[in-house]
């Protein structure tokens, strides 16, 4: 941990900037993805969850808002 620390201190700002939303992004694709997979929609009547596709996309979304807010 203390490695990532150390070269996340060492990027610039400014990359920072742009790294930090996609690093969000794909993490919360990720999650987004794993949910669908994991807990999903058994029925295929919940919009978000019996998708993959849509699910993935909000999990992107979400994770992007919170790592630039």
């Not at 919360?28 to 997979?37: E, I, K, R, S, V």
């Not at 295929?44 to 992107?60: A, E, K, R």
């Amino acid at each position: 941990m203390r490695r990532i620390k150390t070269y996340w201190n060492e990027i610039d700002a400014s990359k920072r900037r742009i790294i930090k939303p996609i690093l969000g992004a794909l993490v919360g694709a990720a999650l987004g993805y794993g949910y669908y997979a994991t807990i999903g929609c058994s029925t295929g009547t919940c919009p978000i969850t019996s998708n993959p596709v849509i699910s993935t996309l909000w999990g992107g979304a979400i994770g992007l808002f919170a790592a630039a807010g």
